[in-house]
Each structure stands twice: as structure tokens, then as C-alpha cells.
């Protein structure tokens, strides 16, 4: 069973930066694009951020780009987001997710479990 | 970016009854559209892509339809568990990748 699980998030000041991980398994991980969604606090969803499979390009949302950064490391299954100059209203669940097809796809079929960020003073 | 405009905003039915849920997109997706369902404190779950492909795993009461700008979700006879909010998603033109603001349904 594929599988994404989140680890970084927490408490970080506004303006401070903190670093998420994602550990994929049981796929083939170089084969797909990785995203991350977020979810603010009793809102909706909003995608972040999508790496190609092996390429390296990057997309972002225009509220997080110039601050954020994703990248993965294939060798090791893992994608991550570098959040710096963090906001009041970057507070959210992050969820890493996968694309449903091989190739930069961004509908996702699987999520891991979301990890908190809180940013706030 | 594309806008997509879910409705209603809250849905009130009973097990057993039919849901019919609506998304529309500001211009043409063709069919990228996508339906996640999310319960409380979990990850969304992916139902159907492409407008009408349901996800693996996914019942069979689960059916997508539509192209363009309209589309639906329909669930054939709600049980229990499918009590939820869902989001409708496209990947036509993106960047951005957009979501709805989603649909709660209730009992």
C-alpha cells in the first residue's frame, strides 16, 4: 500500500522558517510529480506547490512563491518544502500528496496524514 | 485562474436518499476535474478523476459526470459514512491548481 507521511511542522514565529519531509513508499517514486496541499484551520484546500518526477521543475502558488521551496531527493523516496518568511496566514495542515498519473499530474491519489504548521508569535 | 464554484454549500439528506452535488468552473476544464471527499480530521480522499473515472476502491454508488464547465457528483444511496465534505479539483490550466470551497453533506 502507497504510502506518505509528513514530519516538520509545528510552532515557528512569523517571519521564522521551518523545513517539512516526506517519506513516500511502495511505489516507484521517481516516476510521479509530489505536491503539497494545505488546509488552513476549518477552510478548504490549497495546493502549495508541485516538483516534477525527475527533472526538477518547480511550481508554486503566487501566495507562497518567492518564500517556499520545494525539492525531493529520489535516491531516498523523499520530497520536502522549505517554508521561510513564514506568515500568520501560512497556518495549516500540509499534506504531501502523490499524482494519480506517471508525469506532472496534479490530481492526487494519495495523501499522507498532514502535518501542522502554526505560525504565530 | 480557473474558479471553481461548488454548490450547494451544505447538503441535508438521509441515508438511503440520493446526492446530487454540482461544481462549476469559470471556463472550460474539458474533463481535468477531480472529487475528493474529506471526513473530520482526515486526508481528502480521492473518488474520481478525469470527471468520470472512479478512483480504486471507490463504491460503485460513487458516479461523476460532465465536461467543460459543469459537472457532477452523484452518490446513488448515501450510507453513513459518506456523510462528509467534498471538493471538486481541476488540472486543465494550472498553475494555479484550484479547488472548490466545497460541499458539506449532512444528515
Known amino acids: 500500500e502507497v504510502q506518505l507521511v509528513e514530519s516538520g511542522g509545528g510552532l515557528a514565529q512569523p517571519g521564522g522558517s521551518l523545513r517539512l519531509s516526506c517519506a513516500a513508499s511502495?511505489?516507484?517514486?521517481?516516476?510521479?510529480?509530489m505536491s503539497w496541499v494545505r488546509q488552513a484551520p476549518g477552510k478548504g484546500l490549497e495546493w502549495v506547490s508541485t516538483?516534477?518526477?525527475?527533472?526538477?521543475?518547480?511550481f508554486y502558488a503566487d501566495s507562497v512563491k518567492g518564500r517556499f521551496t520545494i525539492s525531493r531527493d529520489n535516491s531516498k523516496s523523499m520530497v520536502y518544502l522549505q517554508m521561510n518568511s513564514l506568515r500568520d496566514d501560512d497556518t495549516a495542515v500540509y499534506y504531501c500528496?502523490?499524482?494519480?498519473?506517471?508525469?506532472?499530474?496534479?490530481?492526487?491519489?494519495?495523501w499522507g496524514q498532514g502535518t501542522l504548521v502554526t505560525a504565530s508569535s | 485562474e480557473i474558479v471553481l464554484t461548488q454548490s450547494p454549500a451544505t447538503l441535508s439528506l438521509s441515508p438511503g436518499e440520493r446526492a446530487t452535488l454540482s461544481c462549476r468552473a469559470s471556463?472550460?476544464?474539458?474533463?481535468?476535474l477531480a472529487w475528493y471527499q474529506q471526513k473530520p480530521g482526515q486526508a481528502p480522499r480521492l473518488l474520481i478523476y478525469?470527471?468520470?473515472n472512479r478512483a480504486t476502491g471507490i463504491p460503485a454508488r460513487f458516479s461523476g459526470s460532465g465536461s467543460g464547465t459543469d459537472f457532477t457528483l452523484t452518490i446513488s444511496s448515501l450510507e453513513p459514512e459518506d456523510f462528509a465534505v467534498y471538493y471538486c479539483?481541476?488540472?486543465?490550466?494550472?498553475?494555479?491548481?484550484?479547488f472548490g470551497q466545497g460541499t458539506r453533506l449532512e444528515i
Open positions: 500528496a502523490k499524482g494519480i498519473f506517471t508525469g506532472v499530474v496534479v490530481s492526487f491519489d494519495y
Open positions: 511502495e511505489f516507484i517514486f521517481s516516476n510521479y510529480a
Open positions: 516538483i516534477s518526477e525527475t527533472d526538477g521543475r518547480t
Open positions: 471556463q472550460s476544464v474539458d474533463i481535468y
Open positions: 478525469d470527471a468520470s
Open positions: 479539483q481541476q488540472r486543465k490550466i494550472w498553475p494555479p491548481v484550484t
